[in-house]
């Protein structure tokens, strides 16, 4: 243990894992604990891994949990040849995990103007951030309406967001508020469901907003967060330029923002 300690690099710390669940073949999430020096802003990702040999290996990662939570909870996908999912899809609670000490990113409340709606799009475990920002109780100050969407190729890999949805009435701090604040818009691209096809089919041909009774994207009140593929986002991206969006970062906030959804 000590030796182990004294090889860790300055820049991450050791946590534990305090929870694991199996989603799909393909999806799993787990919770860490959370040292009381970390601090992040709901909807940013963190460096984590494991050690491999001498050295760390580590990838970018959403944090799936609010800012205010004594844990840090994440989704990842498994990849059997993957460097590091191959053999993080294993843990068990009680074993080490390596953590950044530095979380960043763009999909944070900062980096938006002030607006009515916000809008997060996701595909896959694009929705990580999104899990973070509905239970970020100043997602409510600042937006009296939230629409989240998950797209999957199948209905078994939507399981995550619809229970995260569903919790929501039961989070402590945003409970009361979130249940009627929130629309919750799920799609599969390959096999049948309520909705099906692709985010930006959806947008594009006006049927996520026919479906939600809106008109469509209107840069004076609605802003935006997207995460999920470079493909996905790229193609998203053209959307809400199309709908004379502009996209915002820390430095200067904007209409909509996007992050790539971390393979892991
Ligand atoms: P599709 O099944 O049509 O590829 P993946 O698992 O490959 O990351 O995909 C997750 C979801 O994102 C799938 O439903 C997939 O649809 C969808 N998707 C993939 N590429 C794009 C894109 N360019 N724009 C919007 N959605 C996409």
Redesign the pocket.
């Known amino acids: 243990m000590a030796s182990d300690a004294l090889a860790l690099p300055k820049t991450v710390t050791e946590e534990s894992v305090l929870a694991v669940r199996h989603w799909t073949d393909e999806l799993f999430s787990f919770r860490l604990t959370r040292p009381a020096s970390f601090r992040f802003r709901s909807g940013e990702f963190v460096l984590l891994g494991l050690m491999n040999g001498e050295k760390p290996l580590l990838r970018a990662y959403s944090i799936a949990s609010p800012s205010w939570d004594d844990g840090l909870d994440f989704y990842s996908i498994k990849v059997s040849d993957g460097p590091l999912t191959s053999r993080l899809q294993h843990v068990q609670p009680g074993d080490p995990v390596l953590l950044g000490r530095k979380p960043t990113g763009t999909l944070v409340l900062d980096a938006l103007k002030p607006g009515r709606r916000l809008f997060l799009l996701s595909?896959?475990t694009g929705i990580a951030p999104f899990a973070s920002l509905l239970r970020e109780p100043e997602t409510y100050e600042k937006f009296d309406r939230v629409v989240l969407t998950h797209?999957?190729?199948n209905v078994a890999d939507l399981a995550c967001g619809a229970e995260l949805v569903d919790a929501l009435a039961e989070d402590p701090l945003v409970g009361e508020i979130a249940p009627q604040r929130v629309t919750y818009y799920a799609s599969?691209?390959?096999e049948d469901f309520v909705h099906t096809g692709?985010?930006?089919d959806l947008i594009a041909s006006g049927k996520l907003f026919a479906d939600l009774g809106l008109e469509g994207f209107d840069p004076a009140s609605d802003r935006v967060m997207i995460c999920?593929?470079m493909?996905?986002i790229?193609?998203?991206k053209a959307l809400c330029e199309g709908a004379g969006l502009a996209e915002g970062s820390n430095a200067n906030p904007g209409d909509y923002v996007v992050e790539k959804a971390f393979a892991g």
């Open positions: 595909t896959g797209t999957c190729r599969t691209t390959r692709r985010i930006t999920g593929s493909a996905m790229a193609d998203t």
